[in-house]
């Protein structure tokens, strides 16, 4: 630009510098052009001058710096060409609205290059004015903040993310679970904080040496972080330990969590690869929750730690929860400890319980389901000793057992002509396993030779709030088991949210419904509207209905009536060892009537 076009530029912005040279009132003189140029072009801020319609009239060195476009390019054309995309409309609504209010605006905006790489500034606007009051120009004077910016993103890095694992270090896992409590607070949800320990770390770092205990510690988070849901966090608190926030977490407890915490203990006991021999780790968990177990940050970490603390003293690899109090605790252990005795003794047993047609009242399939004949207490109905394996080891090792012994059994009846299905109950944490399918397809090899069992023989039910812990996984899980021919039931249908966008994504092919809204369906409107409900949803996506807990004849022919497909309940047959079914089979006088 020629230095007088300039001179002219600043004499429209302050009319006063019009004024001649010899007027003595006038101090301090005007700039000589070039010096007034100079100063223009020599500031490390960038400058842009545009007209009262926020056209571009002059522009300085810097800026054409800073923003990459040449003088020339930007000529008659408005600020709106630098724009990055990053604010709406209600920003730059409300800078112009203060601009015209004040005649300035102040802050920060990320504007593009002309080689489209964003550049952060820190920009001022000035409105300019004639002695009149007559709006003339608009200056903006801004700077570049990028590499501030980068800066402090580095910093921010690092006062809150692990340089070693990338994970939300303690800081940061303070601060969104301090976000977690809030939200809680405001809409009465719950959240669960897990401390999660590798067992044994110390040993296998100092065995393995420093560099692959590093890079075992970063497969390790990364297992961890793959088997979480995507709202939940999974932190390095420091060392060999974790922290996992969790929202949505049911009563908080360990067993409302033990799916995902099923996942988090099965992963890590896959062997790591790290080039040399196979390394397997195992990890301890303690559990606590807001409101239950603290009202802060600080409170649920001590009283995880605790919990933690207690999962690795009664011999690690599992998960406590900070409600489990000693006594609880010991008792548990006790009954764990007669548990495994009894399934190295062989005092478990399956008992069967039959599933008929609601019309013909034939005989279609039973219901596995586990006893155990206690030494001392007895025949043990399921509810006497299952909620102590819950979120245990033993929890998988148990339903192997119970699909192992019911393929079995249904490969004898098969040999024998009876064309019945068998019913086994699996619990979250082996719905919850990586590989379902092959883990039921190795249990059915060990049961009985492959070409002898019909997998079409063979449903599993779920509990229908397990299915909904992760739908995602509960699908495929389910998918890849129907590939083999294997059925799934969902379990207590009716008593978690029951609705179509999830059905449509399971694809079950019965509906068990629960015995709650069946027992109460003859005096109560609401359990029988609730039933025929079931029935309709289920006909809707030709699904098969099961109704449990038949008590009577009357409850049978309700049920008939409204469409239900088969019947179970103490009502038809009460659970029975497989000689005394085979009886009942064979003596239809003996059996429903």
Known sequence: MHPSTFQNTLSRL????????????LWPPPLPDGVARHVFDATSDGVLVTDAHARIVEVNAAFEAITGYARAQVLGQTPALLSSGRHGVAFYRELWTQLRDEGTWEGELW??????????????I?????PGGELTHYVGVFSDLTAHKRQQARLERLTHYDALTGLPNRVLALERLGRLIADAERHGRQVAVCCVDLDHFGAVNERIGAARGDALLTAAARRIREVL????????????????????????????????????LHALSQPFALGGEPLALSASIGVATYPAHGATPEQLLRAA??????????????ACSAGDGPGHTLAQETLLEELRAALATGQLSLHYQPKVCARTRRCLGVEALVRWQHPRRGLLAPGMFLPAVVGTPLELVLDRWVLREAVAQLVRWRAAGRGLHVAVNLSPATLALPDLAGTVAAVVEEAAPRQLVPLEGIELEVLETAALEDLEAASHAIEACARQGISFALDDFGTGYSSLSYLQRLPVSTLKIDRSFVSHMLESRGDLHIVRAVIGLAEAFGVTTVAEGVETEAHARLLAELGCHQLQGYGIARPMPAPALEAWLDAPEAGPG
């Open 14 to 25: 302050d009319p006063a510098r019009s004024a001649s040279p010899a007027n003595d009132a």
């Open 111 to 124: 504007n593009r290059r002309a080689d489209g790489r964003l550049v952060a500034e820190r920009l001022r």
């Open 126 to 130: 000035s409105a300019v004015h004639a």
């Open 229 to 264: 849901r995507v709202a939940d966090t999974v932190a390095r608190s420091g060392g060999d330990e974790f922290v996992l926030l969790l929202g949505g977490a049911g009563d908080g407890s360990a067993t409302a969590v033990q799916p995902v915490l099923d996942r988090v």
């Open 305 to 318: 730690d605790q919990a933690l603390y207690r999962a690795k003293s009664l011999g690690r690899n599992r």
